[in-house]
């Protein structure tokens, strides 16, 4: 509970400094890059190698990309039903599927979890939710914006050239030996920035406007996103009796918030920008009360 007070105001810390307009104006963005550049990739070298490959591994690598397949039906049936427009639909199929598993997940994988569940966190987003960004992402850009579709090399060498990605790499052929003590106190300095430049980042972004007529896809896409893709991954987890602690960390990952880079992409390509701010600022919210509801659902089936 601790932990989680601290990033709570570190969020508003955020909110805070960007009503006062203390910071230039690409604040939020040169924050975001430092933890893309810096704090991830450190905190991912720091705590990959730590991980031992077993049948429990499978549900990081696996539950993203079925939930990712479950939500985008779930979204294209709503939106049949509810005949929501191309731009919402779009910006829905871009926010609701893909979650803030790195950000803003991470951070609250070890509030939450310790640092022992942080390596499946980051499996969880390195594996899953960043190259379902890249590809799924991208393609859903190209069909709802407009633009020409990516070539499949663009895609393979932005998953490539992701800084974290080759971290985790390097930490997966690191697995089973032990880095010197000079290099493990100067990650573990480095990754304990991962924590407050995030939160502060994700504060100076959040934006809580809605634009009339936007309630209905709104409340239907965050309740998929923080409600009903969790409740799914937990019984399908059961049902094929899956177990422990990565297991516990992917079901909670599959309930994190609208990805705050799926959302910045969705405004740059037009896909209802007010909408889409209100899905990242408000689901972020609105997950500090969902998200222990959905530890404690998980410490009751699978504790």
Known sequence: ME????????????????????????????????VVYVSLPALVLLRVPQLSFSSQVIAPLVLPWIMLCVSALLVLACSRLFHWSREITGALLLMIPLGNTSFFGIPMVAAFFGDSGVPYAVLYDQLGSFPALSTYGAIILATYSGGSKPAPAAIVKKILTFPPFIALIIGLFLMGTTLPLVATNILEMVAASLVPVVMVAIGLQITLKLPPGSWGPFGIGLGLRLVVAPVVALFLCLSLGFSGPAVQVAIFESGMPPMVTAGALAMIAGLAPQLTAALVGLGILASFATLPLLYKLIGMFLG
């Open 3 to 34: 932990n989680l007070i601290v990033i709570f105001l570190l969020l508003f810390l955020g909110v805070g400094l960007a009503r006062l307009k203390v910071l230039p104006a690409n604040s939020a963005q040169t924050l975001n890059l430092f």
